[in-house]
Structures are given as structure tokens and as C-alpha cells.
């Protein structure tokens, strides 16, 4: 004989406001579907990888001279970042882009019908992938900055201490550095200017484009008089 459920389990999820319950289910749909993706875990080793490989390799170049120098020790070593924003640019396109390619977005929002949750959840998710894969590409960038840069020079006596977090100033930029990474997938998604906007004068838009093609136009007409549009006849 089976035993029905608790009634505090069952009702549960009707004890839930909508918008929390949507929430918790749209995130963890999100979660899943990005775990899943077959290039997710790839994108997220390779801003690691590129990160920290750019770094430290700028890192071993460089050299200070006996009579000093002018540079950063803790940019040099977080140069890797420029690179490293490519590979979640990639992954923050991907993560839409192969919903809409595939169909699949349509049973998203079949599942989902409220878009902004359905965008909060994926922005959501993202960045806290892209939060620790960043924090650990800025730890490795750090790391081989304080072993590389005291034999070319870096040292002490030339005005230089080994990089620590313990510094405020290198901290505050390997916290911006990851706050920087992390952000790049809301960039990715911004929203396509509003219908009305004019094009730049150098190219043109899909937005925009699509906003010209909806609107009515005032094709010109011949009368006896001269030329005048067809909405003023």
C-alpha cells in the first residue's frame, strides 16, 4: 500500500509565490541546458587557458633593466584578459543563438512564456560560469607574474614587490578583472536600438532595417498640380 505524500511537500510548491517558483524552475532549466551544451566546458577551459597563457607569456618577456622601469607588474600579468573576453563573448552568443538555430527556443517559451525570466535566468547562470572560471583565470595570471617577473627584474630593489592580494591596488584589479569577464554575457545580449532610431552613416541595422520595413511609407505620387505623397490625397 503506498503512502501519499506529506502534505507539507505537496503543497509546497503552491505555498511559493509564481514569480519565485518561475524563477527557481527557469534557472534550473538554464543550468542544465548550458552544462549540457557540448561547447560550453571547452569555451570556459579556453578562457582560462588563453587567459593565463597570454599572461605568462608577457610576463617571461618582459624585463626590467638595472636602471629601472616604468611598468605594471600586476597589468603586465592580467594582459591575457583582452583575450580571454573572446571566448566567453563566443559562449554568451551561443547560449541564445543555438536555442533559435535548433528550435528549441520554442519549447523554452512554450515551458516559459515570461521572456525577461527566461533572459534573467540565462544571464544569471552565465555569468556565475564565467564568475569562477574568471576567478581562476586572474588567479593563474597572478601566480605566474609573481614567479616570472622577480628574475627579469621586478624585484624590491628596483621599486617592486611580488604580487599578493594582499595589496590593495592589485586586488582591486584582479576583482575588476573577473567583474569585467562576468559582465561581457549582458553586453552580448543588449537589446537592438528601438524602432525609429536612425541608422549610423557608415552602415545600416537589422533592427532598424526591420523597423522600415514594418512602417508604412508615403510612396510620391504625380498629380496635375506636381508631386505630393499618396497619404495626402
Known sequence: MSQAPPAGQANMRQALPAGQANMREALHAEWTKLRTAPGTIW???ALIALTVALGTAVAAAVTCPSGGCNQDPTKLSLTGIGLG????????????????STGMIRITLTAMPRRPTVLAAKATILTGMTLGAGTLAVAGCLL?????LPPNGFTPAHGYQPLSL???????AAAGSV???ALIPCSAWAPPPPCGTPPPP???CSACSTCSRSSPRRSPTRTGSGTSSSSDR
Open 179 to 181: 567583474l569585467y569577464l
Open 166 to 172: 594582499a595589496d590593495g591596488p592589485t586586488l582591486r
Open 43 to 45: 569555451l570556459l577551459l
Open 85 to 100: 573576453q573572446a571566448a566567453i563573448a563566443i559562449l554568451a552568443v551561443l547560449a541564445v543563438s543555438g536555442e533559435y
Open 144 to 148: 605566474a607574474g609573481r614567479l616570472l
Open 202 to 204: 557608415s552602415g545600416w
